[in-house]
Each structure stands twice: as C-alpha cells, then as structure tokens.
DNA sequence: AGGTTTTGCTACACTTTTGGTAGCGTAGAT
DNA sequence: ATCTACGCTACCAAAAGTGTAGCAAAACCT
C-alpha cells in the first residue's frame, strides 16, 4: 500500500490531459518548431478550432507548450516529452513490424 | 519531404488510440499482472463497461492486451509499453517538481 | 442436483466531448 | 479604404463516454 491517492501522482494527470484527443499529436506536430494557429490546425488532419484552441490551453497550463513570435511552440518540458515520443515513435515502428512482418 | 502519409505512420495509430479515454490507463492498471473485469473497472476509477469492453477489444486487436486465466493481462508488447509508461512515471515526477517547486 | 455467487458483458437513456462550418474582430500590408 | 491573414468564438450535429440495470453463462457451494 502506502501508494498515493491515483488522482494526486502526476502520472495521472497525464495518462488524463494526454489521454485526450488530439494532444498527444499537438505535441508530435510542434516537434520541429512552433507553428501558427490555423497551420497547426491542418497539421492535425484539420481538427476544430474550438478542440484545438482547448487542447492549446490545456497544453498551456500544464506548461508544454508557450505562445513564441513564431506561433504555438513547445516549452522546455514540450521538448522533452516530444523527445519521449520520438522514443515511441521508434518503439511503435519495431512493434509494428512484428505485427504484420 | 519523403515522410510516408501520416494515417500510414505506426506512431500515428498509436497516438490515435492511446490517445483515447482510458486507453494508457488499462494498460498502467494491468502493470502488475492480470485483473478480472471487474476489478480491471474497479481499477479504472469505474470507466462503465462499455467503453472498458469496447477498450479492451481495441488493445487485444492490436496486440497489448489478451485473455489469460487470471483474466486480462499484458502481452509482451503490452509489458513493453508499460515499461515506456513507467518511465513516463518517473518523468511525470520531475516534471511535476518542477512545476509546482 | 439445486441454489447461490461471481463473471463478462449488453441495453438503454442521458451527458459530455468532439466535429464541421461560418464568420467575427484585430492587425498589418497595399 | 481594401485586402489578407490571423487567432479565435458561436453554433449545431454527430460521436463518444457515463451510469445503472440486469442477463446468460460459468463457477462455487452444499
């Protein structure tokens, strides 16, 4: 036992705020520098303004990504969760080849 | 440029359902070996039974999650990616240090 | 065998979230 | 003044998720 409530540990907060449409990819779309509102928005298969600009105040207020003169951009955290998937993307592509050879 | 369409990109289908309620969450409950249904929607702060079974079919099908007798548990695959969820864990903690000091 | 429990799961009505389109208000360039 | 690009809001439709009740099958007891 002596484990923490689940809604209080971090990792809870983020299986919730990145369990959600469309911000894990928000962050997989900024990896390579920040992007403007409407660029971002066809970036992400043209998701709705009204979803996007929700996830960009979530993704805000958790501290990932920060309003730059170039548009949305990833703060320093951002950075390094994207370097987490980066870490996923190459895990997800060995998985995928031993799904379907 | 050279980059395969998006939809094709394993990283994309894995954003795409993950990034789905409960999804990351199953797998983080089913860390520590099988749970029987209803534990499993015990575990998960009580997800109802449709979206758990609906869940579940998803991760088997692709690959995470299987019947065992012990109930539903992770495959290798889905062991692996819970690996990559602890990690996530610890980086949760730092990050959450540094958020709120 | 008969009865109780436990199990995975479906059905259904309801609420919340997301999708899709139109378009406003501001700002800068012409 | 006009045009363009911008972030973003409003609106309604569609999809996804919630919450509760309960069924059918299996497992567990006498």
């Given amino acids: 036992m002596s484990k923490k409530p689940h809604k209080e540990r971090p990792i809870m907060l983020l299986l919730d705020s ?3 449409r469309w911000s894990l990819r928000i962050i997989w779309e900024l990896q390579d520098g920040p992007a403007k509102f409407r660029a971002l928005r066809s970036a992400c298969d043209g998701v709705s303004p009204s979803v996007l600009n929700k996830r960009i ?3 805000r207020k958790l501290g990932f990504v920060e309003k730059t003169d170039g548009g949305y951009g990833l703060t320093r955290d951002g ?3 994207a370097e987490r998937l980066r870490k ?3 895990w997800a592509r060995r998985w995928d080849k031993r799904r379907q050879g």
Same sequence: chains 1, 2.
């Fill in 57 to 59: 105040s979530e993704l």
């Fill in 18 to 20: 990145l369990g959600r």
């Fill in 88 to 90: 996923l993307d190459r």
């Fill in 79 to 81: 950075e390094s969760l």
